[in-house]
């Protein structure tokens, strides 16, 4: 039996969810939502989907749909994704879950109450070069993981749109960017309890409009409202002693670049920009790099794998493995983060 799902928000993200989905013989797409009617027709008609509308609550009473994306801009994800749970449907949502701690606290009493599954969409997580360090880590090869370190960095990225507008993104390229790697590192450190965090934000190049003959992603809207950060530092320290070291630009004097380190104290990993294993053997250090189809981050395959688990959890398989829970983890985290970059201090994470 398959899952007939709808996706709210259209998009540039909703695209990837579109295909996977379609892709994927355990759904069905039956519906789409966008603000922008004439967008949601020309997508419905562009995948085959029966259903167009600009009303989500047309999405959410309609009792033959499962479940639901949500890919609307990040200030609207929260409300969406309760209302949708209170509906009876099960939830993929967008990073970041929330924008508040509030939120994300309601979200997680929502699943409580409800029973319905929510599902983070970090879909590093899923892709080949992290499972296979997860595989390891699982097993005991890398030891205690007591170090990380992880930064996405962009010269002239910023993709504007209402990312760049704080009232609806809830910040700039830390709660873009760096979500995703702050909760790889973070995931595959065995989810330890965040204690404190210090940071320092920056605001001195903008949106860098006047770089030519670049091509760049921007986001689907024209608008170039930008009071967002350019740049994020910030080390984040856990209850078990642990500490992650993060920085994101959208821009800055620096070349592209993306880097995901983890230490333990058997072992550790580069997971970016492409897979390699450090570690010691008969008092010798090892470099071990596995033989897989791609040792840096396959967006494509990694986002058709987060489909396919969220399918499965659907269907009450398995259970969400990025729920509400850690949602609620990565939002009290990047509060503190900002809070921090606000007051000049180091900020402890109260619970």
Not at 29 to 51: Q, T
Not at 200 to 229: C, K, M, W
């Amino acid at each position: 039996m398959t899952t007939r799902i709808a996706v709210i928000g259209l998009g540039a993200i909703a695209g990837q969810h579109l295909i996977s989905y379609q892709q994927n013989p355990q759904s069905e797409l039956v519906a789409v939502c966008d603000l922008d009617r004439e967008r949601a027709k020309a997508r419905a008609d562009e995948f085959g989907v029966p259903k167009a509308t600009d009303v989500v609550e047309e999405i959410l009473s309609d009792a033959d749909i499962d479940a639901v994306s949500i890919c609307v801009p990040n200030v609207l994800h929260a409300k969406i994704a309760e209302a949708a749970l209170r509906a009876g449907k099960d939830v993929l949502i967008e990073k970041p879950m929330s924008v508040t701690v509030a939120e994300a606290e309601a979200l997680v009493q929502a699943t409580k109450e409800t029973g319905q599954a929510l599902q983070i969409g970090y879909v590093r997580r899923y892709a080949p070069n992290a499972l296979v360090v997860k595989r390891f880590l699982d097993d005991g090869e890398l030891g205690d993981i007591y170090a990380a370190r992880a930064s996405i960095i962009r010269a002239a990225g910023n993709p504007g749109g209402w990312f760049g507008d704080v009232d609806i993104s809830g910040g700039g390229p830390l709660i873009d960017l760096g979500v995703h790697i702050i909760d790889l590192c973070w995931y595959l450190m065995g989810q330890p309890e965040a204690v404190s965090a210090s940071g320092v934000t920056f605001a001195p190049l903008g949106a860098r409009d006047n770089i030519q003959h670049l091509t760049r992603y921007r986001a689907a809207s024209a608008t170039r409202v930008n009071n967002v950060e350019d740049y994020a530092t910030a080390q984040i320290r856990f209850a078990n002693g642990a500490v992650l070291d993060v920085d994101t630009s959208y821009s800055l004097h620096a070349r592209n670049s993306t880097s995901v380190k983890i230490h333990g104290d058997k072992g550790g990993a580069e997971i970016e920009p492409e897979l390699l294993m450090i570690t010691e053997q008969h008092d010798t250090l090892v470099h071990i790099q596995p033989q897989i189809d791609s040792l840096g981050f396959d967006f494509t395959t990694a986002f058709a794998n987060q489909i396919d688990h969220f399918l499965q959890i659907c269907r009450r398989e398995i259970p969400a493995d990025a729920p509400a829970t850690h949602g609620l983890e990565m939002a009290r985290i990047l509060t503190a983060v900002y809070e921090s970059a606000r007051t000049g201090a180091e900020v402890t994470i109260t619970r």
